[in-house]
């Protein structure tokens, strides 16, 4: 079974619709995370969610609006997309605290475009 | 702003070579981390190295941290061809909020 899902797994949409990317683990990880990779593979945190509490939220613009409805879920809709929306977004998940030797388990990621 | 460097930003070398990859960062930490990223995929956690670590080892890989430096390197020993991937450090700041910050990544490719 897959550790941390996300879909879609491609997403291809016009400049200006709603767009909501799921990710779910069943790794019994009480953290959840959004990173976006750009084109130069450049990854940068977005948003992390503790026991279904905001407790990262980088400059990020409120198009951006993340959803925990419990520890095991964690979705991102994005609003009016622009074309420098474009990248792909990684979920990932890991125990809380810097005691854990296993690090984050990433999901394979949802490659959007915007057109 | 970004937390690591990395460097090379890209190396090619043949099977059975010895590949090293440095990573610089700026702030204190509580550990580092590498993540290997084949292409098109996941990034997968390969080692994490506490701050009071000097080195560790897991199979071919064997990472360092100089914090004085604020610096690590991992190396791959006997790379194979399925090494070929871009490998990423990531800090996990004493700062809190168990936040990683990753570097710029290196793409190594291993040839036959």
């Known amino acids: 079974d897959t550790a941390v899902s996300q879909t879609p797994k491609y997403l291809v949409t016009q400049m200006g619709n709603d767009k909501s990317i799921k990710c779910e683990q069943n790794l019994g990880h009480d953290t959840m995370y959004w990173y976006k990779q750009d084109s130069k593979k450049f990854l940068k945190i977005m948003f992390s969610?503790?026991?279904?509490?905001?407790?990262i939220n980088e400059t990020v613009p409120n198009r951006f609006s993340p959803k925990s409805p419990d520890k095991a879920h964690l979705n991102l809709h994005i609003n009016s997309l622009e074309l420098g929306d474009s990248a792909v977004y990684f979920c990932a998940s890991s125990h809380h605290g810097t005691a854990d030797r296993a690090g984050y388990t990433f999901g394979s990621g949802t490659r959007l475009t915007v057109v | 702003s970004q937390q690591g460097e990395e460097d090379p930003q890209a190396l090619s070398i043949q099977e059975g070579e010895n590949a090293t990859m440095n990573c610089s960062y700026k702030?204190?930490?509580?550990?580092l981390q590498w993540y290997r990223q084949n292409s098109g995929r996941g990034l997968v956690h390969l080692i994490l190295?506490?701050?009071?670590?000097r080195e560790k080892h897991s199979g071919r890989l064997r990472v360092t941290l100089d914090t004085s430096k604020k610096s690590s390197s991992l190396l791959i020993t006997a790379s194979r061809a399925a090494d070929t991937a871009s490998y990423f450090c990531?800090?996990?700041?004493?700062?809190?909020?168990?936040?990683?910050?990753f570097g710029t990544g290196t793409q190594l490719k291993v040839e036959l």
């Open positions: 969610y503790n026991n279904k509490e905001l407790i």
């Open positions: 990531a800090t996990d700041g004493s700062g809190g909020g168990n936040k990683l910050t």
């Open positions: 190295i506490r701050s009071n670590e």
């Open positions: 702030t204190s930490i509580n550990n």
